[in-house]
């Protein structure tokens, strides 16, 4: 699964993980998408959308 909505394209992202002695390694924070059908341009999709859009697009 490539954990990238289809609706913003909103993916992965990168950062640190900060331990308590401040040393900071990298990390990835990975979008929340799930699988949907969803309605787009008249038709209906299925495909992965994060969960932000889930709010906000209309559900088949």
């Known amino acids: 699964m490539s954990r990238v909505c289809s609706v913003c394209g909103k993916g992965q992202t990168t950062g640190n993980n900060v331990s308590h002695s401040k040393r900071r390694t990298r990390r990835t924070f990975k979008a929340n998408v799930q699988k ?9 999709v299925t495909g992965y959308v994060c969960t932000r859009c889930l709010k906000s697009v209309e559900r088949a």
């Open 36 to 44: 949907v059908s969803y309605v787009q341009e008249g038709k209906t």
